[in-house]
Nanobody, 122 residues
Framework: QVQLVESGGGLVQAGGSLRLSCAAS????????MGWFRQAPGKEREFVAA????????YYVDSVKGRFTISRDDVKNTVYLQMNSLKPEDTAVYYC???????????????WGQGTQVTVSS
């Protein structure tokens, strides 16, 4: 049974930082691309960042480029999202997901975590 468990969310002031973690089990982690999505109330789920199965390729939505960094540790079966210079508009539930197809579209991901709340106060 595949499980993706996010952690690291919370409340932070604008300009602050958080690091999200997603621990994976029940899958061959090193063969999957991993992504982070977010969903704010009343909005569609939005692609945030992804990393290829071998860690060579990283992809970001324009709004987080230069502020967020995605990385992976295949020994720990964990993907991270380092979020710096946070803004109130980054407030959302953040989900990690595993893909064997592509990176930017939710339908390309086969497995999803339960999400972790990130709230950025102004």
């Amino acid at each position: 049974q595949v499980q993706l468990v996010e952690s690291g969310g919370g409340l932070v002031q604008a300009g602050g930082s958080l690091r999200l973690s997603c621990a994976a089990s029940g899958l061959t982690f090193s063969t999957y691309g991993m992504g982070w999505f977010r969903q704010a109330p009343g909005k569609e789920r939005e692609f945030v960042a992804a990393i290829s199965w071998n860690g060579v390729g990283t992809y970001y939505v324009d709004s987080v480029k230069g502020r967020f960094t995605i990385s992976r540790d295949d020994v720990k079966n964990t993907v991270y999202l380092q979020m710096n210079s946070l803004k109130p508009e980054d407030t959302a539930v953040y989900y990690c997901a595993a893909s064997s197809r592509g990176y930017r579209r939710p339908y390309e991901y086969a497995h999803w975590g339960q999400g972790t709340q990130v709230t950025v106060s102004s």
